[in-house]
C-alpha cells in the first residue's frame, strides 16, 4: 500500500503544565510562570488550557534564536524545530532537526516531521512523528508561551500566543518552537488515508475516484435476515480489494428519532481517527451522503450533508441520517506504517 507523507506517532496522553525555572547552557536563567494576567479592570486573567492535552502553558521572559538556542540551550531538549514567518496561512508539514551546536543539517534519524493545522494567526493544532514532543514554544510580542508535556505527545491543540496584558488580546504569533529528546520515539507510526464504507463503485466506468456507497437494502439482505441492520466493511486506501480493511460500519434504525438510520463505526486493527487535511476550518472527518437513487460520479464530498469532528486518536463514531435507500459513508483515517 502506498501511504502519505503525512504520518503521526503513537498517541499519548499528557498533563498539565506546572511552573518551572530552566537553565541555559550558555545564557542567564530564563524565568516561566503559569499565564497569568491583570486586565484593565484589576481582573486576573488566566490562560486557557489547551483542547486536547489540557496543558496551561508558562509565559517565559524568552531569548529567541534558532531551534537549537530555544530548545536546547534555553530548555534543555536534544533538537528542535523552529517555524519562523508565521501568519494565518501557515499550515502543513515542516521537518528537520537543530542542535545546540547550530547545525540544521542532521541526518535523517534525528528529523522529527511537525505538521500544523487549524491555524487562524493566534490559535493552532500540531502533530508530529515520528518523535513525541516535550514542548511548543509559541512567541508573540516580546515573551513566549512554553507549552510542556510530560510525558512527551505527538499532537495537541489549542495552542495560542501570549496575551496582552495593555488590551487583554492575544499577540499574533511571531514563530513557533518544537522541542523533543532522540529517546522520545516511540516506534509506531501512522500514515494518512481516505476511506469508505465498502459497497457499489460511484463510477461504474472505470474512470474517476475510488469512492463507494452502500445500498441499504441490499447490504441488509446479505445475511439472509431482513431486520434493518446493515454491516459492511471500512476500506482505506483504495476499492476493488486494493485498499485494506479498517474496520466496520452498521447501519440500523435509530431508537432515538423517527425517520432516522444510526450509523455506527468501529475502526480497528490499529486504525484511528486522523484529521480531514483538506478542511483547516472544520475538520470534519466523518461524512455521510444519503441517496434515493443510485448516485453517479465523483461525489462532492465537501457538501455532504452529515458530518462531524471526531477527535484525532478515536476509533468509534455514531452519526444520525435519514431513513433513504443509499449511503455515501467517508472517513478521514491513519494507519499503522513503518516509521521512516
Not at 469512492?211 to 446479505?222: E, K, L, P, Q
Not at 455514531?318 to 443509499?326: F, H, K, M, R, S
Amino acid at each position: 500500500m502506498t501511504y502519505s507523507n503525512k504520518v503521526i506517532a503513537r498517541l499519548c496522553l499528557g498533563v498539565a503544565a506546572s511552573a518551572f525555572l530552566v537553565s541555559g547552557q550558555s545564557q542567564a536563567q530564563i524565568t516561566c510562570d503559569p499565564v497569568q494576567y491583570v486586565d484593565r479592570d484589576g481582573n486576573d486573567v488566566i490562560g486557557p488550557k489547551t483542547t486536547t492535552q489540557m496543558v496551561i502553558p508558562n509565559r517565559c521572559t524568552w531569548k529567541s534564536g534558532d531551534a537549537g538556542q530555544e530548545c536546547v540551550l534555553n530548555l534543555g531538549y536534544d533538537f528542535g524545530v523552529k517555524i519562523d514567518g508565521w501568519d494565518r496561512g501557515t499550515s502543513g508539514m515542516f521537518s528537520g532537526a537543530c542542535d545546540d551546536k547550530g547545525s540544521c543539517d542532521l541526518a535523517n534519524e534525528f528529523n522529527n516531521n511537525i505538521t500544523i493545522t487549524n491555524n487562524d494567526g493566534t490559535f493552532f493544532d500540531w502533530s508530529s512523528s515520528p518523535f513525541d514532543l516535550g514542548a511548543v514554544v509559541v512567541k508573540g510580542g516580546t515573551d513566549a508561551n512554553v507549552f510542556t508535556y510530560d510525558p512527551a505527545v505527538n499532537y495537541d491543540t489549542g495552542l495560542y500566543s501570549p496575551i496582552n496584558a495593555k488590551n487583554g488580546k492575544m499577540f499574533g504569533v511571531s514563530h513557533a518552537t518544537f522541542c523533543w529528546n532522540k529517546q522520545d520515539n516511540p516506534g509506531e507510526c501512522y500514515g494518512e488515508e481516505t476511506a469508505w464504507a465498502v459497497g457499489n463503485d460511484y463510477n461504474t466506468n472505470g474512470k474517476g475516484s475510488w469512492a463507494m456507497y452502500v445500498d441499504y437494502a441490499a447490504c441488509d439482505a446479505r445475511d439472509g435476515v431482513v431486520d434493518g441492520t446493515c454491516t459492511t466493511d471500512i476500506r482505506a486506501g483504495g476499492g476493488d480489494g486494493v485498499g485494506t480493511n479498517v474496520g466496520v460500519a452498521v447501519i440500523s434504525p435509530s431508537a432515538t428519532m423517527a425517520g432516522y438510520v444510526e450509523i455506527s463505526i468501529t475502526l480497528e486493527d490499529g486504525a484511528i481517527f486522523y484529521y480531514d487535511l483538506g478542511d483547516d476550518v472544520n475538520d470534519e472527518n466523518l461524512k455521510v451522503q444519503d441517496y434515493a437513487n443510485p448516485p453517479k460520479g465523483n461525489p462532492k464530498i465537501g457538501r455532504f450533508k452529515y458530518k462531524d469532528s471526531l477527535p484525532v486518536g478515536s476509533t468509534d463514531a455514531t452519526i444520525l441520517a435519514p431513513v433513504n435507500n443509499y449511503y455515501g459513508i467517508h472517513l478521514d483515517v491513519a494507519v499503522l506504517t513503518d516509521c521512516e
